[in-house]
Structures are given as structure tokens and as C-alpha cells.
């Protein structure tokens, strides 16, 4: 766990965004957890959260790349397949 | 052999210090695996609409009975069963079937309304529940009381009769088992009913109905399932690599321009929770 608050040290106000960000995201998806509809809507929304934030992220540290960006992409675009199918 | 399978998992310099797992061309796969294991679902659906499916014990008296508790549990009076109401159900759920869709309103614009009026009950007000792919009567019910449109019809005090139809059939190619409530007070409230529900197992065909006595039993197998379970030994596996991935880094001070491992485990922790919480069935 060493690297978790490693990275959170460096930046705590970027990671408690972070933290709000799939916090919030976490009690709606219990809270429509019936709702396979607005569960997918949330996802869709944290999805793009996340994607801002590690732009955010990333221009601020000074190593906003192309392979980065394409590095969130690809683990966003893997949990979208993956409830697509599920939910 | 092993070195292959340590390069996948621990970041070394002949994988330019990142596990493999976690370079993109990686997660391409996956995504690749994923897609293909749909296809084949999907593909074996349409050849063989039927073999994966829900195998489910919902009959319309257990929905019937755990309805009635609810309201009572609300000091409400208990609905009344009707028989044309329940008939106005049944007919909903293979409409749904034939016309392979899954919504209050049809494709072609038939509201749940015209139900009611095809099966000849005048109402003054009227609502509509419905449920797929669950297994047991309890967890339809809790699923119900959880979402509050629903549980409004559940514990409404405008009602007071209702019909339910529990009808199984293959929806997009799958077998599952759709239940319908029908809720309503007839405009003339003399003519409240006073049936009872009748133990049938309706199938619906493609396009025909039978009505048939004897049980048949569903496939236990769903797709839903065998996709979750994927799902996740992917993101376990993810997650896994993720932290040893970081752990060695963060050990051997080595420098190299990634993206965050914190909020990648973040991000994937909450797709994975809500796999694993993910409840079978679904509500509209």
C-alpha cells in the first residue's frame, strides 16, 4: 500500500478529487442498484470523470502524453465492454 | 516459459520496466477476449435460442402473497386478485416476447394501457410493473421495494385489484421468465374481484402461445453469469498486476512516465465491486 499514499502525498488535492469522484459514484450505483438503466448512466458519467481527471492529472505533473492518454482509454473502454455486458 | 509468464505480471527492463499486462497492446487483448466471448454467446443464442438461460421458482401466487404483505406491512389493504387483469398481464409478457423487446411501451407504440382495454377492464386508475431474469420471488420483490416508482404501485393506496403475469420465453434469443403486475381500480367499484391466482406455466414460441400444466424447466446457465465471471477473473487479474506492477516500481526507485496506478485501482475497484454486487434481474 506503500505506493498508494506514496502517489497521494504528491498531489492529495488531484487524488481527493479522485477520491470524491468514485466515492460518489460508488454510493449512487448502491443507491440504483436495482436500476441497471441509471447504473449504466452512472458509469458513463464516472467514466468521463476519471478521463478529465487524469488529463488534469497528467498536464499538471508536465508528462501529459499521447500513450497515457491512450493508457485510460484502453482501461475505460475494457470496463464499458465488459458492463455492457453485464448490466 | 516462467520468464514469459514474470514479464506479464513484474515490470523488469526487458519489458521497459512495466508489466506486460499493463501495456496497451495487452489491454486490447483483453478487450478482444471479452468481445469475442460475446460474440460466441450471442452467436450461440442465435443458432440455439434457449440453451443459456434463467432458471427461475417465481409463480404468480408467491408474487401475489409477498405483494399483499408489503402492503400490509404498510397498513394497507390488500389488493384483490382479477382475473382479467391477470389475463391483461400474461398477454404483456408474450407480447414482450414476440416482439422481443422490454419496456412499458412496445416498438410499435402500444402503451400498457391498451392491455387493460384489450382484456376488457375499465379502469380509473392503473400501473405497471415489470421484472426478467430472476430467479426467486424474494429477491423480485426486494428488487420492487427498492426503487421507489415501483414500490409507489406496490404500496399504492389508489389500487385495488391486481393481475400478475408470470410468463417464460426467450427474450433476445435467451430463456428467462417475465413478470408482469397489472395494477387498477375498476371505474365502477362495485364490480371490485375476488379470484384467485391459477398455477399455470405459460410458454410463449415466437409467435404462438401454449398453455401448458406441466412444469418445464429452465437452463440454470445464464450469459450473464458466464460474462460476469470473465469480467472479473480480467479485472482480478488487472488488479493484481497493477499492485505488484507498482509495489516493485516503488521498491526499485524506478522512473518511468505511466499513468496512475492509484487511480487506475480506484477506477477498476469500483467497475469490479459492482460486478460483484451486480444483482441478477432486472426492473422496469
Known sequence: MKFLFAQIKSKPV????????????LIMLFVFRFDHHSQRRIIYVTAGLYFLWSLYHHYHRGDLQIGLVIEYLLFILLALVVLAATL | MSHFWRLLFIPHERNNHRAN?????????????????????????????????????????????LTNNQRQSA????????????????????????????????????????????????????????????YDTDSLLQA????????????????????????NGILNGVKTTLVVQHFATPQNINLVSNDTPVERNYLTGKSQVLADNSSTPLPAVSPLQISKIIGLVMFGIIIITLIVDSYITLRNRTHRITGSATSHLGFILIIFILLIFSQQGAIF
Open chain 2, 21 to 65: 499486462l499493463l501495456k496497451p497492446q495487452f489491454l486490447l487483448l483483453f478487450i478482444g477476449v471479452y468481445l469475442a466471448n460475446q460474440l460466441f454467446l450471442k452467436a450461440l443464442t442465435a443458432v440455439k435460442p434457449g440453451v443459456l438461460g434463467y432458471s427461475s421458482e417465481i409463480t404468480s401466487q408467491k408474487v401475489y402473497d
Open chain 1, 14 to 25: 488531484e487524488y481527493a478529487i479522485l477520491a470524491i469522484i468514485l466515492v460518489v459514484s
Open chain 2, 75 to 134: 397498513d394497507l389493504p390488500i389488493l384483490h386478485y382479477n382475473s382479467t387483469l391477470e389475463a391483461s398481464a400474461i398477454k404483456k409478457a408474450q407480447d414482450m416476447f414476440a416482439n422481443n423487446y422490454w419496456a412499458h411501451n412496445s416498438p410499435t407504440g402500444t402503451t400498457p394501457w391498451q392491455f387493460f382495454k384489450d382484456a376488457g377492464y375499465q379502469y380509473s386508475v392503473a400501473g405497471e410493473n415489470l421484472a426478467k431474469d430472476f
Open chain 2, 144 to 167: 420492487w421495494m427498492n426503487s421507489p416508482t415501483h414500490k409507489a404501485n406496490i404500496v399504492s393506496d389508489k389500487y385495488q385489484e391486481i393481475g400478475i403475469g408470470v410468463v
